[in-house]
């Protein structure tokens, strides 16, 4: 039997057809079970921080597992204990702040649901507010809560009805956005850079606005970093970035995906004592989250971005590839921060209004060449590749890019 009809019999077909069967991963290239390697321009969606089988990672995560495993929630360890300061540190947190470790992306806003959801609250029963605006165009994923904030029609629509009270406000509209957040809203979620609409950063001043709006209405600020986090855009958060996060800071913060490099992982940083303290004993739980091995792997992968200097590399290989992406004929609207970017291959405002297959095109063809990219959009193509990526690597796909865009395009007309 094929891996392919092994995988229609055995698998869920939520996510479609897998594009290859992997069977090794060293480095920045991956292997599928032809041995043909690919260079990972995708890293796992933005997860394999260090790339694949990095010692740091390996040897975190083997000796955890024979020092002290999994523990319950009962009781602590010196990893979970050590990541959250760390974690508090990078995040230039003051006194008071506080972390909760989940699982993944998800349950990391999940966490942050129910933080906002104790806003104002009084000291028993149910908080006096409810409401969530959220963004179009926004993704903060797919358990019911979350994908209650998520704003794609098609992932929503099939799970109706989902959780009430949540106000998607118009992208880059601050007029609108100042006048959906009033004293009934208990929060604003936002990502700094939309990762699945396309790397979409929002307009100068949105960020400052939500800032402002949800001071001024004792709401909170919610960033969700769970794909923009932990180095990915040349700071440790995308709203250290200067350009990106405009100075300010949020109330809460939300990471996930590139946080253990490749290991489960997903937290929940409350900025301050007063956001710290809106969740009490027993009010949330997890019988995973925290546990030593992500722990242990997590720790790893912030010495070594530290220890290696990869902020300011991600900072000079991301401004270094937007310039080679931008130089190439064919490509428009290339955007993005560090090693998190995006380029459209035909006109950006069709982009935006609609789902192309042109992308898709793109990305078969550059597999079949040897790369693995991501078609974000129906005319997007989205890189997010290992942090430790080189200029030399990535030439190796800018060189090959011209070529892949004309196949693609006229094969499209
Ligand atoms: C991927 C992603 C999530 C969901 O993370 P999972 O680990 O897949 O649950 C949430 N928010 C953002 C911004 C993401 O990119």
């Known amino acids: 039997m094929s891996w392919q009809d092994d995988y229609a019999q055995t698998m869920l077909p939520v996510f479609g057809t897998p594009k290859a069967k992997l069977v090794a991963a060293r480095g920045c290239t991956v292997t599928d079970d032809a041995g043909k390697d690919y260079l990972d321009l995708l890293g796992g969606i933005a997860v394999n921080t260090l790339g694949h089988g990095h010692p740091a990672i390996t040897e975190a995560v083997t000796g955890q597992l024979s020092t002290i495993d999994h523990v319950s929630n009962f009781f602590t360890t010196d990893p979970q204990l050590n990541l959250a300061s760390k974690l ?8 008071g702040s506080q972390v ?8 990391a806003n999940e966490a942050a649901i129910k933080l906002a959801r104790r806003v104002g609250a009084p000291e028993a029963g149910s908080s006096g507010r409810s ?26 629509a099939p799970f109706a009805p989902l959780m009430p009270e949540v106000t998607h406000v118009p992208f880059g509209d601050t007029d609108a956005l100042r006048a959906a957040v009033d004293d009934t809203v208990a929060a604003v979620i936002i990502e700094p850079i939309q990762g ?34 932990i180095g990915r855009t040349g700071h440790w958060f995308a709203f250290q970035h200067p350009e990106v996060g405009e100075g300010i800071t949020p109330d809460a913060i939300t990471v996930a995906k590139g946080l253990a490099g490749g290991i489960p992982i ?14 009490g004993a027993g009010q949330h739980g997890t019988t995973f989250g925290g546990n030593p091995v992500s722990a242990a792997a997590a720790l790893a992968v912030l010495d070594t971005i530290k220890t290696d200097g990869l902020l300011a590399h991600v900072r000079e290989t991301g401004d270094w590839l937007a310039e080679q992406l931008t130089a ?3 490509i428009t609207g290339a955007r993005g921060a560090g090693l998190l970017r995006s380029f459209a291959i035909t006109d950006p405002q069709q982009a935006d209004a609609g789902e192309l297959p042109v ?27 290992p942090l430790i990526i080189t200029p030399v ?3 190796d796909f800018i060189d090959a890019l011209p070529a892949l865009i004309a196949e693609t395009v006229k094969a499209q007309s």
């Open 88 to 95: 508090l540190e990078i995040a230039g947190a003051p006194a």
């Open 100 to 107: 909760f470790f989940a699982n993944s992306g998800t349950e």
């Open 131 to 156: 409401r969530i605006i959220a963004v179009d165009g926004a993704f903060h994923g797919r358990t019911i809560g979350a994908l209650s904030l998520t704003a794609k029609e098609a992932y929503r």
């Open 196 to 229: 699945e609409r396309g790397v979409r950063l929002h307009p100068a001043g949105y960020l400052t606005a939500v800032r402002e709006a949800t001071r001024e209405a004792g709401a909170l600020m919610i960033l969700d970093e769970v794909q923009t986090g």
């Open 266 to 279: 997903g937290g929940l940083i409350t900025i301050g004592e007063k956001v710290s303290a809106l969740l």
């Open 328 to 330: 190439i004929p064919g």
């Open 359 to 385: 992308a898709q095109a793109l990305a078969a063809a550059a597999q079949g060449a040897g790369f693995i990219i991501n078609p974000v959009t129906g005319d997007r193509i989205r890189l997010a590749p």
């Open 393 to 395: 690597q990535l030439q």
